[in-house]
């Protein structure tokens, strides 16, 4: 069974700092692209940031490019999305995803969600 389960979320204050993690079991997480998706109240699913399966290209969205990070390590199967100088509008659910293709927005698992909310 395919499982990814999300931790770190919380709520911080605008310019803080969050590091979320996704522990993926049930595939060979290694052979993968991975994904960081979030959602806002009301709003779709937004793409945030992509990596290939040897973790040495990434990809970001206009949004959050130079603010986050995102890194694996396949050895621990895990997937990690560092998020600094956080706004407000970054406020939302983060999954981590395995995408269909490394860009792709059609996904073959996701997570359950960590929330992150950003506030003062």
């Known amino acids: 069974e395919v499982q990814l389960v999300e931790s770190g979320g919380g709520m911080v204050q605008p310019g803080g700092s969050l590091r979320l993690s996704c522990a993926a079991s049930?595939?060979?997480?290694?052979?993968?692209?991975m994904t960081w998706v979030r959602q806002a109240p009301g709003k779709g699913p937004e793409w945030v940031s992509a990596?290939?399966?040897?973790?040495?290209?990434?990809y970001y969205a206009d949004s959050v490019k130079g603010r986050f990070t995102i890194s694996r390590d396949n050895a621990k199967n895990m997937l990690y999305l560092q998020m600094n100088s956080l706004k407000p509008e970054d406020t939302a659910l983060y999954y981590c995803?395995?995408?269909?293709?490394?860009?792709?927005?059609?996904?073959?698992?996701w997570g359950q969600g960590t929330q992150v909310t950003v506030s003062s």
């Open positions: 049930g595939f060979g997480f290694g052979s993968f692209a």
């Open positions: 990596i290939n399966h040897g973790g040495d290209t990434t």
């Open positions: 995803a395995r995408p269909t293709f490394i860009l792709a927005t059609t996904y073959d698992y």
